[in-house]
């Protein structure tokens, strides 16, 4: 079995986490990035077995507008300070993953104005997707409308060989994959190009491309991706509890079996680009969605915080993503205790799947189906082993979790909700 199949992230904004200024004309460089030593610890006690990591890259604000994909952001430190978090992952067994942003740099990208400047005949300006006749001058070509945000040129054999560099930089200093920003908005056939040559001296690194919509199987097959963000599943978790429809819920699990036939896909219900699942759903909905998450096929990620109850509404404006990425504390001692009960039921549940490791790869089967009820059996691709697992959106219980011999594994606490006020 790859290491993969045992996986369970904790995904990490670092940006957020560690109080980088966001939105500062100069912001100041500190070695912010340290402060997630101090929660390596908290992260392996959930039952996290590594940290899918947003970006960490020098950057003009938020990460996704990068600068120099070879540095680490001066507001979150440098070289020694990424490396003693990399040496301290791995002391305690604890996995890596880095998001590549190779879909688009920042408008601002110092390769980008030497070739705009330079001219289409400089070595910079084959890298960028850029307009030469537009009117007015040469214009880059944006990423989905957003101005800052200057798409590389994908069909250039220039961007292979750039890309393929960045991943190998850091995969030789010790990650273990990546997650491919925006992979939706690159031709599958530029990851066919690069992900070949990476898995040529990384045989064993693992990439998840970022898909929202379409046809994940034919993406996987076509880029060589090993997995994609099932945003399908994350829909039909929170829409069917909310708009209390276990309809599509069912449907939604019948085209996951689809996709576990053909890949293991990357399961969440949050991230940092969504409300948070509290926000959606109360503390007592989040715990329901989350109980879902770890009893069906998938490689699982917990969006940090959502561990602890975190609120959180995402907005269509500047500055909309700040309250689902916040400034944690220093140490976990410093969180508010009202995050304690919802914390201990995400150990109680992933400790649940980590018990059962032929969850990974499971498929599901309905055996009750009404709109407030659903019962469904999740079964081992290979053997006998099952687990039943029953909804009930009209019970304080809401969810039970079976073993094969009917016994109760884990029942949903009546009343988690620990009372703290929305954001």
Known sequence: MNWTEHAIWWHVYPLGFCGAPIREPHPSSAPRLRRLLNWLDYAVELGASGLLLGPIFASRTHGYDSLDQ?????????????????AACQARGLRIVLDGVFSHVSADHPELLRALHEGPDSHAAAL???????????????????????????????????????????????????????????????????????????????????????????????????????????????????????FELEWALGRHNGFLEHFIPNTFIGNHDVTR????????????????????????????????????????????????????????????????????????????????????????ETLHLTNTVFAYRVSARHGHDHLDVDIDLDSPRTVTIRDASGDALWIQPATPDPGHPEN
């Open 70 to 86: 070879f540095r680490i952001d001066p507001r979150l430190g440098g070289d020694k300070d990424f490396d003693e978090l990399l």
């Open 128 to 246: 960028f997707d850029i307009d030469w006749h537009a009117d007015g001058g040469p214009a880059p070509r944006v990423f989905e409308g957003h101005e800052g945000l200057a798409r590389l040129n994908h069909a250039a054999p220039q961007t292979v060989d750039y890309v393929t560099e960045v991943m190998l930089h850091w995969l030789d200093r010790g990650i273990d994959g990546w997650r491919l920003d925006a992979a939706y908005s690159v031709d599958p056939a530029f990851w066919a190009r690069v992900l070949p040559r990476v898995r040529a001296r990384h045989p064993d690194a693992w990439f998840l491309g970022e898909i929202i919509h379409g046809d994940y199987p034919a993406f996987v097959a076509a880029s060589g991706a090993d997995s994609v963000t099932q945003y399908e599943l994350w829909k039909a978790i929170w829409s069917s509890l909310g708009d209390r429809n276990l």
């Open 277 to 364: 699942i509290a926000s959606r759903l109360g503390a007592h909905g989040a715990i329901t969605a989350l109980a879902i998450l770890m009893t069906v096929g998938g490689i699982p990620s917990i969006y940090a915080g959502d561990e602890q109850g975190f609120t959180g509404v995402k907005e269509d404006r500047l500055g909309g993503d700040d309250a689902i990425r916040p400034a944690f504390p220093q140490t976990p001692d410093q969180l508010a205790p009202w995050g304690e009960e919802i914390h201990r039921v995400h150990q109680d549940l992933i400790g649940l799947r980590r018990r059962h490791p032929w969850l990974t790869t499971a498929s599901t």
